[in-house]
Nanobody
Framework: VQLQASGGGLVQAEGSLRLSCVASVRPFGRYTIGWFRQAPGKEREFVAAIAWTGDSQQYADSVKGRFSISRDNAKTSSYLQMNSLRPEDTAVYYC????????????????WGPGTQVTVSS
């Protein structure tokens, strides 16, 4: 099982980035996809998740209204559209997958990929 996040980079505050996660899990349509992030010196935190059904999403309070998660089962991919970025959004972003229901705790995700760095300058 492999997941690969991409799309990170350096952006100014109030800018946007779109992260992509390509997964080799099969069947992809049975997996909930979560996005998490970890800033230097801080614990990993939940950002957003989309259920395997595609009809349920959850967001951390800190990103609600700014970030949007989606999935394309045909491309075995998930996307995290990040708008109105803030310096506090700076972190390594990871995508993760789990079979079944949506959870916001990373402890419930068994498949992780290497992260992609997002840096937001003020």
């Amino acid at each position: 099982v492999q997941l690969q996040a991409s799309g990170g980079g350096l952006v100014q505050a109030e800018g946007s980035l779109r992260l992509s996660c390509v997964a080799s899990v099969r069947p992809f349509g049975r997996y909930t996809i979560g996005w998490f992030r970890q800033a230097p010196g801080k614990e990993r935190e939940f950002v957003a998740a989309i259920a395997w059904t595609g009809d349920s999403q959850q967001y951390a309070d800190s990103v609600k209204g700014r970030f949007s998660i989606s999935r394309d089962n045909a491309k075995t991919s998930s996307y995290l559209q990040m708008n109105s970025l803030r310096p506090e959004d700076t972190a390594v972003y990871y995508c993760a997958a789990r079979q079944g229901s949506l959870f916001t705790s990373g402890a419930y995700y068994h498949n992780w990929g290497p992260g992609t760095q997002v840096t937001v300058s003020s």
